[in-house]
């Protein structure tokens, strides 16, 4: 299994919902990684863990919560969102070995909209 | 700090003409350097990275460390190669992650 599976692949919720995004590999990658995407704008790194523990946070708002049960998964737990939070969020994973992080493989992404 | 700029935020060009999209890079150190691919409603992936030095799809990408670039090129565009493409760099400190680039949307014109 060489892809990065995402779900839901569309997600609607109000401010005051709370929900998760779920992100799966098979690769045996050990490093995960979540993106947020704006439209016609680059991925935006917002989290990074490497062996199941959280490496990277760009200084994402405590309204976003990853959580990295085993290798092979990653969630985003969601709660009271804003309307501005409506993006394409990206999974990516890659090897990560002796301190080094290998090029990543992407997700189809889930489109969220923050209603 | 890395940093990763793509001049061309549109590009187009004819079938079967040939296509350079630019991309410039700081980092004061020896970066890698990526091109991923994003088509219409399909996931972003990778393209070529300059360490394998391999040709995907028709496209090539030289890393210019004199003139810090990493531009790709392909001598005949296909209508097919309409697509965004995103530069990336990797820094090679530990834990340095991927910086990309704004984005190129090539429109290959029939």
């Known amino acids: 299994d060489t892809e990065v599976t995402q779900t839901p692949k569309h997600l609607v919720m109000g401010m005051t919902n709370k929900k998760s995004l779920k992100c799966e590999q098979h690769?045996?990658?050990?490093?995960m990684y979540w993106y947020k995407q704006k439209a016609k704008k680059p991925p935006e790194l917002m989290f990074v863990y490497s062996y199941e523990k959280l490496s990277i946070n760009e200084s994402v708002p405590s309204r976003f919560s990853p959580e990295c049960p085993n290798s092979s998964l990653l969630n985003l737990h969601l709660h009271a969102l804003q309307p501005e939070d409506s993006a394409l969020y990206l999974c990516a994973s890659s090897q990560f070995n002796a301190g080094v992080f290998f090029e990543q493989y992407f997700g189809p992404g889930t489109r969220l909209t923050v209603t | 700090a890395q940093r990763v700029t793509q001049p061309e935020k549109l590009l187009s060009v004819f079938k079967g003409a040939p296509v350079e999209l630019k991309c410039n890079y700081s980092y004061s150190g020896s970066p890698e350097l990526f091109w991923y691919v994003q088509y219409s409603r399909q996931r972003l992936q990778l393209l070529l990275r300059?360490?394998s030095r391999e040709s995907i799809k028709g496209f090539t990408a030289d890393l210019n460390k004199g003139e810090t670039s990493f531009h790709l090129k392909k001598p005949f565009a296909q209508e097919e190669d309409s697509a965004m493409y995103y530069c990336?760099?990797?820094?090679?400190?530990?834990?340095?992650?991927?910086?990309f680039g704004p984005g190129t949307r090539l429109s290959v014109l029939p």
């Open positions: 690769m045996g990658h050990r490093a």
């Open positions: 300059h360490i």
């Open positions: 990336a760099l990797k820094g090679d400190n530990y834990g340095q992650n991927f910086v």
